[in-house]
């Protein structure tokens, strides 16, 4: 038992994304390593460092948008970076889960909001009928 106990504590990476967890779980970590008010080239960083695919991104082009940001809160966002976090089946097990992050900055390129967007495949619910 503690041989497999070692094992596990051996495969365990501290660094990584808990992207099995909740949405607020998830968004937490992230908030810890790129805080609200930081820049950009901090947000980049991170995701260089865990080498997370960049899905979307509109650079700040004084053109301002319209998000609906974490809980439902409208923001107004001068530009943004969406990534894929990565695939999971321990959200919703056994189904595949894709997790992404979205990070929103102001017109002074402040981080003002981070959400996480959850997308479960394979659901029966959102499945079209096979005919």
Known sequence: MGTFALLLA????????????SQDQVRDWMLARTPLGCSPDQVYILINKHQWQIEDEVKKDGTLRQFVGHVGNQKIVASYVRC???LTHYVYFPFPTDVYATWAFDKDDHLID????????GDDST???VK
């Open 10 to 21: 051996g495969c365990s990476t501290p660094n990584t994304a808990p992207i099995s967890k």
């Open 84 to 86: 894929d976090l990565g």
């Open 114 to 121: 981070v959400w996480i967007d959850q997308q479960t495949v």
């Open 127 to 129: 499945m079209e009928p």
